[in-house]
C-alpha cells in the first residue's frame, strides 16, 4: 500500500514538472494550407498536401527556383509574412490548453526566420498558445525539455542525436518518415498517452 501510494506520488509530481518543447509549424500551425491557398490564388496552381512528399518549398514542388525565392515570396503577403494567418491543426490548443492546466509547461521550439518573429508573437497571442515560454532558435535540443515534439526530418535528427534519453515525437506528415529513436505520433489526442507510456 504504502509502495503504490509513493508511486502514485512520484507519477504525479513527475508528470507536473513535465517540459514540453512544441514546434510550431508542421505541428501547431498549419503552414502547408497556408501557403499552398495562397500560393493558388497568386500563381493558379493547386498543390495538394498528398504531393509534398519532401522538405523543401522549391522546384519541383513550386516554380520557386530556391528555397529562397519560396521565402523571398512568403515573408510578405499583402504586408504580413505567411506566419501572420496560419489556422491550428485540430485539437492542437485544446491539448495543449490542457496539459497546461494540468502544471505542464509548454515551450515553444521555433527556428523561424527573424522577419517572421513579429507576426509570430501575434499569432501565439491571437491563437492563446498556452505558453510562458518562447524560443527562437535553430538547435532546439539545446532548451531542455522533457519531450519534444517536431515535423522537421532534421530537427528529428537532432535531438536523436543530441538527446536520445528525452521523449522525441515526430508529427507524422507526408514530407517526414519514420526516424529510429522518435515516436511517431499521428494527431494531437494522442498526445497525453504518449506521454503518459513513456513515463515522463
Ligand atoms: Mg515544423
Request: net charge negative; with cysteine; glycine share 4%.
Amino acid at each position: 500500500m504504502v509502495i503504490s501510494l509513493l508511486s502514485i506520488m512520484h507519477y504525479t509530481i513527475k508528470l507536473s514538472q513535465m517540459r514540453i518543447g512544441v514546434d510550431l509549424d508542421g505541428v501547431v500551425a498549419n503552414f502547408t494550407k497556408g501557403w499552398t491557398e495562397q500560393y493558388k490564388i497568386e500563381f493558379g496552381k493547386e498543390i495538394p498536401e498528398s504531393d509534398i512528399t519532401n522538405w523543401g518549398l522549391s522546384k519541383p514542388l513550386t516554380h520557386f527556383n530556391t528555397e529562397l525565392d519560396f521565402w523571398n515570396w512568403a515573408k510578405d503577403i499583402n504586408g504580413s509574412s505567411i506566419f501572420r494567418n496560419l489556422e491550428t491543426y485540430e485539437n492542437s490548443v485544446k491539448v495543449l490548453t490542457e496539459l497546461s492546466k494540468e502544471g505542464h509547461e509548454v515551450v515553444i521550439l521555433s527556428s523561424k526566420p527573424w522577419w517572421s518573429i513579429h507576426d509570430t508573437l501575434m499569432w501565439l497571442g491571437e491563437n492563446k498558445i498556452p505558453s510562458r515560454e518562447i524560443h527562437f532558435i535553430e538547435d532546439k535540443w539545446k532548451v531542455e525539455c522533457d519531450a519534444y515534439i517536431d515535423d522537421a526530418p532534421h530537427q528529428i535528427e537532432n535531438y536523436v542525436r543530441e538527446v536520445p534519453d528525452k521523449l522525441i515525437l515526430r508529427f507524422v506528415r507526408e514530407y517526414n518518415r519514420p526516424v529510429k529513436g522518435a515516436v511517431d505520433i499521428n494527431n494531437w489526442m494522442e498526445l497525453t498517452s504518449l506521454l503518459e507510456e513513456h513515463n515522463l
